[in-house]
Structure formats: C-alpha cells, structure tokens
C-alpha cells in the first residue's frame, strides 16, 4: 500500500520524495480511511486517504466520495473547517475511487472531549461555534454545487418507515414516532440548502481551541437546513450529557446564537421535529446494523451490541413525545 | 430438567473470566474487540435473570389493552399495527404507561447505564 500511495503522490506532488507510516484507521466493508506521511524537502505532510477499494458500491443514500471531496473543497473555500483536499484519485493511481486530504491533529472521541481537561476551554464555546459552522455550510450556493438527491421531511419519514418495515420486527414505539412524524410534518421548507447529514460527534475534529475540522460529507442532500440543527441535537450524541442537548456541550440556545449571528435564520418547532426524526433515525440505524450482523456483509460482535442500541432511542422517543410527570 | 449451574451463573463466570484475567493482557483492537465481547456476555447475563419476569409481565398487560390472547410477538405486532393504523395512540387509556414500562425492562437488560434510564429510573 505504501508503494502504491508513494507512486501516487509523486504524480502530483512535486519535490515528494516518498511517502511513510501509512497506517489503515479504519472503515467498513465499502469504504477505507488510511493515514500517511508525505516526505518532502521543506517538510513531512500530514495526509489522510478516504477511498473505496475497486469493485466496492456505496450505500444508495452516500453522496460518493469524489462528491464528497467536492463539497468538503468547497466548505474549505469558505471558511468551514474543513481538512484542504489534496487529491482526487485517478484510474492510473490504482488505488480505487477517493481522494487524498491534509490530515487535521485532533480529537473525535467523545468521552474525551466531553471529560478531558485538555478541552476544558473549548467546551463552553464549541455550541455557539458549531452554529457559526452550520450557518456556513447552509450559506453555500446550492447552484455551484454537484447535483444532490433532494429530500424533505415527508420522504425521509417514508425512506425510514420502509427501512423499519424491512425488519419485520413490531417496534410499537417507533410506530408511535413514525405516526408522531406525519402527523407533525411540518411540510416543505421555505429554504432549501446544503444539508451536511451527519453533523455530530465522530465526524467533528477537535482540538482545546474548538472545532478544526468537519468530516464525512457522506450523506449530504439538498433540504431543510433545520435538519442538522436537529441531529445535532439528538440524546444519543450527548453520551451521558442528557442536560445539555448539543452534543452535550451546550444548549440550543447557544447554538441558535451562533446560527444567528452569522447571519441565518432559526426555526425552534422544525429543530425540534428534526430531533425526533434524527432519534428515529438513529434507532432505525441500530436495527440496520443488527441486520449487517446477521445477514452479512459484517459478522461482527460490535455490530451486533449496536443493534441492542436502539432500544436506547425508544427510551429518548418517549421523553420527547410521551415525557412523564415529573 | 437441566442441572446445575445455570446458564446465568456460566456466562457471567465467563464474563469475569475474561474482564479479570484475559483484558490485562490485550492491547489495543484486540482490546476493544474484547471489552465489546465481555458487554455482550453481561447482556446475556441481565437478560437470562430478568426475561423471563419481564415478558410475562409485558404479556399481561398486552393482553389487557387489546382484549386479545397470543404469543409476545403476536401481541407487539397487533399493538404496533393499531399504532400504525391510527386505532391507538398516547390518549389511549394505559398506553403510554405500557411503553414507558416494556422500554424500561429493555434498557435494564441492554444498556443499563445510559443516561435517560437513569434518569427516568430515579423520577419514576
């Protein structure tokens, strides 16, 4: 691999003279993340490579990763903290589909940057700042982009509810959200944006001074910018931080302020709706897992822990929708 | 009859075993794939201890709030189909009552220590 990322590298990067410590991260059976060294004369390159090997489809929802390293260039060259991308791979690379970018130093685990003293500083901050960044990407002009599968709140509630169906496995409370949705749809829109997808713990890079770069542009789509308001808001990201909802460093308010401040607008009811979505959404996914366990393409035991996961978004479900006397 | 020790008593042996005398001596993926293994074995664990009382009790109040007799997953997907259909919802009488319980008996198995169960466990 090493040879095949030096051989590469040396094909747009003038001066390279090799490239050391590739190190595979980590990814799934259709994706790959390796980080690397690029030796140059004026100094080593940090490079990370997100590729998916030949003859390897993405998922059907994935933006597909010379989009993504599209919208992340994009989001570069408009101030979100973004990793700058440094290569889009070529068929004579013969390294697959991918792209090569500037690896940010940091931290993604959320334990760590919910309890470390390190980020200590940057916590009460990253809220407000993580609006900033949401009203960034939400800023870009959907017409210079690459063309995105459009979605609204009535096709994502449809999208989820033929996932649940496909289990085959009765869940009376996420038919109670799936009801609770489409009866609180709060139709279309006004605004159509840049929908990040997966803005939350995991995909953030970290560091004392705050947020440094947005990862994984996978599931973007054009739609309601409320959406990653609201994901970044459901409980399953606040890991044991239930009383502060962004990502369990902050309150909505913080976030909205920031959103505002930067020039957008806030809609608090579809942040709310998006909310209940996203737990939905979430525990929809956990179920998908267990399939992946069961059914393949991956026999594995965290796989399977995660399916016992969702019952954790039942329980966050029914103190959204069904909260009891307190 | 089976004898003697009970499923429940194995696997947490086993689960010791491996939390105590095999994770020290891993390190890093392996490490991780373990600890994920030694979760899955308390799993099991909780559930060998808790299913049986929990299912009977879920049972018994589905059959009340239906008014039908069937097995648990004849009665969750009749109650999951009447959701869907609009036929019951939060302001049916014992309902939400009824989810609130079968989750909490969920997440005692599955993940006792996440934040919102104990949360609702000490504002019940």
């Not at chain 1, 390294?95 to 959320?110: C, D, N, S």
């Not at chain 1, 366990?293 to 029914?318: K, N, V, W």
Request: net charge negative.
């Amino acid at each position: 691999m090493q040879e095949a990322l030096g051989r590469c590298v040396a094909s747009w990067c003038p001066g390279a003279t090799g490239v050391a410590n590739a190190a595979r991260l980590s990814g799934g059976a259709s994706q790959e993340t390796w980080s690397f060294d690029i030796v140059h004369p004026d100094g080593v390159i940090g490079a990370i490579l997100r590729r998916a090997p030949q003859g390897h489809g993405a998922s059907p929802r994935a933006v597909g990763l010379d989009i993504e390293s599209v919208l992340m260039q994009r989001a570069f060259d408009a101030g979100v903290p973004s990793p700058r991308v440094l290569h889009v791979l070529q068929p004579g690379d013969e390294l697959g589909t991918g792209f090569m970018m500037a690896r940010v130093e940091g931290e993604t685990i959320p334990r760590k940057i919910l309890r470390d003293a390190e980020f200590a500083e940057a916590r009460p901050k990253l809220a407000r700042q993580i609006g900033g960044i949401l009203a960034g990407i939400h800023g870009l002009d959907l017409a210079q982009l690459p063309k995105l599968r459009a979605m609204t709140a009535a096709k994502e509630i449809g999208e989820l509810e033929r996932d649940y169906r496909s289990f085959e496995w009765p869940r009376p409370v996420l038919e109670l959200a799936l009801r609770w949705l489409r009866d609180h749809d709060p139709g279309p829109s006004e605004q159509m944006t840049l929908v990040h997808g997966d803005f939350r713990h995991g995909n953030l890079i970290i560091g004392p001074d705050g947020v440094r770069a947005v990862l994984d542009w996978e599931l973007a789509h054009a739609g309601d910018p409320m959406e990653d308001l609201g994901w970044v808001c459901v409980n399953s990201w606040r890991f044991g931080e239930i009383d502060k909802p962004v990502g369990g460093f902050g309150t909505r308010e913080e976030l909205f302020a920031g959103y505002q401040a930067a020039g957008r607008r806030v809609d608090p009811d579809r942040v709310k709706f998006w909310e209940v979505m996203g737990t939905l959404r979430w525990g929809v996914m956990c179920c998908g897992m267990m399939r992946h366990f069961r059914i393949g393409p991956e026999h594995s035991i965290e796989r399977a822990m995660i399916g016992r996961r969702s019952s954790e978004t039942e329980i966050d479900l029914l103190r959204l929708l069904a909260p009891r006397g307190k | 009859m089976q004898d003697e020790p009970t499923p429940e008593e194995l696997t947490k042996a086993v689960a010791d075993f491996l939390r105590n005398d095999i994770a020290p001596l891993l390190s890093g993926h392996n490490a991780f794939k373990l600890r994920v293994a030694i979760n899955a074995l308390d799993l099991v664990t909780r559930q060998l201890r808790l299913e049986e009382g929990s299912d009977a009790a879920e049972a018994a109040r589905l059959s009340q709030l239906l008014g039908q007799q069937g097995s648990l997953a004849e009665l969750n997907r009749a109650l999951a189909d009447r959701i869907a259909r609009g036929e019951a919802d939060l302001q049916t009488l014992g309902l939400s009552e009824h989810l609130w319980q079968t989750t909490m008996d969920k997440l005692a198995v599955d993940q006792p220590n996440y934040g919102s169960y104990k949360r609702e466990l000490g504002t019940k």
